[in-house]
């Protein structure tokens, strides 16, 4: 089983994405003594724009985190997790697909 070009490119823009929502997750946590989570949109104000972009990013792993952490001790159902497994890594795509690019753009490549 060989992997195209395009193929290959579409798993390390979905690693990227992963990592870096990871990254921005974790970032947050660090800084604020506080978990990420979509709440953030709730306080309005400049609260909610200041998290705009952090949470843009940051999603996949939100919820991932969110659906693991439910499977777990809310017993939601399979086809729930795996519903959001699936716009995790859509979302996660998505987000690093505009890394590569910002990247490339930086890197003038």
């Not at 979905?14 to 870096?20: P, Q, V």
């Not at 985190?65 to 439910?70: E, K, V």
């Not at 001790?73 to 086809?79: L, N």
């Not at 890594?89 to 690019?101: N, P």
């Given at each position: 089983m060989?992997?195209t070009?395009?193929?290959?490119?579409?798993?390390?823009t979905?690693?990227?994405?992963?990592?870096?929502s990871?990254?921005?997750?974790?970032?947050?946590?660090?800084?604020?003594?506080?978990?990420?989570?979509f709440?953030?949109l709730e306080?309005g104000?400049?609260?909610?724009?200041?998290?705009?972009p952090?949470?843009a990013?940051?999603?996949?792993?939100?919820?991932l985190?969110?659906?693991?952490?439910?499977r777990?001790?809310?017993?939601?159902?399979?086809?729930?997790?795996?519903?959001a497994?699936m716009?995790a890594?859509?979302?996660?795509?998505?987000?690093?697909?505009?890394?590569?690019?910002l990247?490339?753009?930086i890197?003038?490549?």
């Open positions: 060989t992997l070009p395009s193929a290959l490119e579409s798993l390390q979905l690693c990227i994405g992963l990592a870096l990871g990254l921005l997750a974790s970032a947050f946590e660090l800084f604020t003594a506080r978990r990420a989570s709440s953030l306080r104000g400049v609260t909610a724009v200041a998290a705009l952090m949470l990013f940051g999603a996949p792993f939100i919820i985190r969110n659906t693991l952490r439910g777990r001790f809310e017993r939601r159902p399979i086809p729930f997790v795996m519903i497994t716009i890594c859509g979302w996660s795509l998505m987000s690093g697909r505009v890394a590569l690019d990247a490339h753009m890197a003038g490549a």
